[in-house]
């Protein structure tokens, strides 16, 4: 109830009556009294004003718990938000192991040790990137998970599409836009052979970064130099959730095959010849699929081959 | 070098000299005696007699990390002991974050809430079961990992029978012997999409026990009510260690293959009309071989079908 209190006040343009709150959710005006006490204990700035009703003071594009919660629309998504921690990922992997919930989200305004695929390092400065990482229990066997990848990037892709940004998905968890790297997606698993515990996707975005470190200078970009406007990190972050909410359990009760169209079409790679890197060798070929389960199907002299791990360049 | 110390006094039936130690390991008396006492400070009772040498006293049938690692005859593998533990897999998982090397073994006396497959309690009463979990980080996909759980099945299945337990294999992972289960295997892992970042193999077995809990008498059975006598928990650990370490590199290589043959001798379900009991459904069929993957294969009237997940009724 307090959480719908918390989103009427949000989105309210100036005063809501104690009145309106309480007819709209069918509380007394005593309830609702009590909840704002609550809510002003929890730290949010409620203002009062007599025959005029209540006002949430917003905190402007801060990124915090309060923020994203007040701004989300679909139910169930938790938040716990952290100035500073090494890594979401790994905070999340912790909450996961202590029987957290699915759907429970750690964000950071600044990571200290963030890390990207295979533990390279993940840049997330104070007060500029976006940083979280999602809890979600999936009723899928392990051999079905690795095409959450994909289906995540297709629908972070459609969110940042609507934002008017024009962003594409490189194989096999990144977000371009203008060829350099704006998001980047990590997906770990914790299962038992023939059993998924919980699967964690970590979700970093560049959001309004004015400058990038020397070494990714040349293939990071962000949302604000794409666009010129400094961006509302926690608004951002509550429209991504609440795609992914929406659409998921499409994926797990179908897979990649409903998001497969899209992506082809998304596809930085797709029809080009590219030079697929892995841990032991090099080999070129052109991509020309996707398959259900996520890998990338490259042409070569001697046929196709099915690509699960590397990195691709084009 | 203490640790070979400490295996040779093992080994030895009465006395061994400081001279002897001292020509094989090729250090000097002085060394000797100084690691002597260092392993006196680590808790070993070493008695020493003039012109005769030292003596290691040994703890009888006790279960402890110097118990097994003096048994160990591979090197690499580290035993942390605890005389209760609520999960000897749980505390693994958490000793694999901190970044503990591969062949990091947990073992325990006592499990107080020690858990099978898909967090089914595994009973573990003091001072008679023999519970296990090892850290593993192979070169290998998540995909290509399922299959360790029969791997390690053929291999700790040879162990038994070799100290003369008629033993078989019921995929999907576990040790029978007259019918009833004396070993379970609980593998779990932890990996990106496509990468590998632990793999725990965590080992039950039923060694002392001369009762059971109600719920399980009608299908657990112990190696001492199997053989008469009462089992060296140490010995029979360190036994299985040793030949994990041997062979699962020709896992790490090769995969199932090299084992399959093996397994489909060992088996207690190939050529049976068995009945598989899955989350949401039960149906019947004739278990006719396994994938390299380690799935089943079933025949039923409909067609041949694989098998991931479920339990076996015969």
Redesign the interface.
């Given at each position: 109830m307090k959480g719908e209190i918390l989103k009427m006040l949000s989105r309210a343009e100036g005063y809501t009556s104690g009145e309106h709150i309480s007819e709209q959710l069918g509380i007394s005006r005593t309830g609702v009294w009590k909840h704002i006490q609550s809510l002003r204990e929890e730290g949010y700035t409620i203002v009062s004003v007599r025959k005029k009703g209540y006002r949430l003071e917003h905190s402007g594009t801060g990124f915090s718990a309060h923020a994203v919660s007040s701004k989300l629309r679909t139910e169930g998504i938790h938040i716990e938000h952290h100035e500073k921690i090494p890594s979401t990922q790994?905070r999340a992997?912790r909450l996961a192991?202590g029987g957290a919930r699915g759907w429970t989200v750690v964000t950071a305004d600044e990571q200290t040790g963030g890390r990207g695929?295979?533990g390279r390092p993940w840049s997330t400065k104070k007060g500029t990137a976006l940083a979280a990482s999602i809890i979600l229990r999936l009723d899928k066997?392990?051999?079905e998970?690795?095409a959450?990848?994909p289906t995540a990037a297709v629908i972070i892709n459609d969110v940042l599409q609507r934002y008017g940004v024009d962003t594409r998905i490189k194989w096999?968890?990144d977000i371009l836009a203008e060829g350099r790297k704006v998001c980047g997606i990590?997906?770990?698993?914790?299962?038992?052979?023939?059993?998924l515990?919980y699967l964690i996707i970590g979700i970093g975005v560049n959001v309004n970064e004015t400058d990038f470190p020397e070494e990714i200078k040349p293939t990071a970009v962000s949302l604000r130099h794409l666009t010129g406007q400094e961006w509302d990190r926690s608004a951002l972050l509550a429209a991504l959730l609440d795609e992914l909410k929406k659409r998921l359990p499409e994926f797990e009760e179908n897979g990649f095959t409903p998001f497969r169209e899209d992506w082809l079409r998304y596809s930085t790679v797709i029809n080009k010849e590219i030079t697929i890197h892995q841990r032991h060798q090099s080999w070129k070929g052109r991509a020309v699929d996707i398959r259900e389960d996520?890998r990338l199907i490259v042409e070569t002299e001697t046929g196709q081959k099915e690509v699960?791990?590397?990195d691709i360049s084009i």
């Amino acid at each position: 109830m307090k959480g719908e209190i918390l989103k009427m006040l949000s989105r309210a343009e100036g005063y809501t009556s104690g009145e309106h709150i309480s007819e709209q959710l069918g509380i007394s005006r005593t309830g609702v009294w009590k909840h704002i006490q609550s809510l002003r204990e929890e730290g949010y700035t409620i203002v009062s004003v007599r025959k005029k009703g209540y006002r949430l003071e917003h905190s402007g594009t801060g990124f915090s718990a309060h923020a994203v919660s007040s701004k989300l629309r679909t139910e169930g998504i938790h938040i716990e938000h952290h100035e500073k921690i090494p890594s979401t990922q790994t905070r999340a992997q912790r909450l996961a192991q202590g029987g957290a919930r699915g759907w429970t989200v750690v964000t950071a305004d600044e990571q200290t040790g963030g890390r990207g695929r295979r533990g390279r390092p993940w840049s997330t400065k104070k007060g500029t990137a976006l940083a979280a990482s999602i809890i979600l229990r999936l009723d899928k066997l392990p051999q079905e998970a690795a095409a959450i990848t994909p289906t995540a990037a297709v629908i972070i892709n459609d969110v940042l599409q609507r934002y008017g940004v024009d962003t594409r998905i490189k194989w096999p968890n990144d977000i371009l836009a203008e060829g350099r790297k704006v998001c980047g997606i990590l997906t770990e698993m914790h299962a038992e052979m023939d059993e998924l515990h919980y699967l964690i996707i970590g979700i970093g975005v560049n959001v309004n970064e004015t400058d990038f470190p020397e070494e990714i200078k040349p293939t990071a970009v962000s949302l604000r130099h794409l666009t010129g406007q400094e961006w509302d990190r926690s608004a951002l972050l509550a429209a991504l959730l609440d795609e992914l909410k929406k659409r998921l359990p499409e994926f797990e009760e179908n897979g990649f095959t409903p998001f497969r169209e899209d992506w082809l079409r998304y596809s930085t790679v797709i029809n080009k010849e590219i030079t697929i890197h892995q841990r032991h060798q090099s080999w070129k070929g052109r991509a020309v699929d996707i398959r259900e389960d996520g890998r990338l199907i490259v042409e070569t002299e001697t046929g196709q081959k099915e690509v699960i791990s590397g990195d691709i360049s084009i």
